[in-house]
């Protein structure tokens, strides 16, 4: 008889920042009042609204305790970032919100976690950091990119993030906490 070898759980996750429900009731505010909101697309569900920092993918257990481990370590600066902006990326097809100007202390985060994470074998993407917030996904025919009043969020934390995929979609279950100082 043979032994089939034992499957190894693996979980698909992300370091993200995650606002804070008035953030994120602002956010949906300013988006429900723009005519992007009426375009053809599957709006993302506002309970899953986040930036990323790093998406890192299908992971081990041994995998995502290194991750964890090395996320601990991390010692950066609180931050405002100040979403003032709508684009789009093309070939996903993803409608988005954005920053114009990316705050010092959210580069120095992101780099620290790149650099933090090699330790576990993860090698961050070698194209730009573009941080955006995610509002549409397979938007078909993008409108002119209203401008709006910029959304001031206080960032004071970052998450680490399961992706559980479900029927209805995907739902983002927060998995840690990481302060910030």
Known sequence: ??????????????????PNDATRKRIVETFKHSPQYNMNGRIIRPAN?????????????????????????????????????YSYFQKPRVYWMGLKTIPQSLEILHQKLASAFVECDYHSEQRNYTPHLSLMRKVTHPVYFETFTPI??????????????????????????????
């Not at 609204?49 to 950066?76: D, P, R, W, Y």
């Not at 995929?165 to 100082?181: C, F, P, R, S, T």
Request: contains cysteine; proline residues 1%.
């Open 49 to 85: 609204f986040h930036i990323t920092l790093h998406f890192i993918g299908n992971v081990s257990e041994i995998e995502l305790q290194c991750l964890q481990q090395q996320a601990a370590k991390i010692k950066s600066r609180k931050f405002t970032l100040s979403l003032d902006h």
């Open 152 to 181: 001031k969020w206080d960032v004071n934390e970052f998450v680490l993030v399961e992706s559980l995929a479900h029927e209805n979609g995907v739902e983002y279950k927060i998995i840690q906490h990481y302060g910030l100082y």
């Open 1 to 18: 008889m043979q032994t089939l070898p034992l499957k190894t759980k693996t979980s698909r996750i992300f370091f993200a920042l995650w």
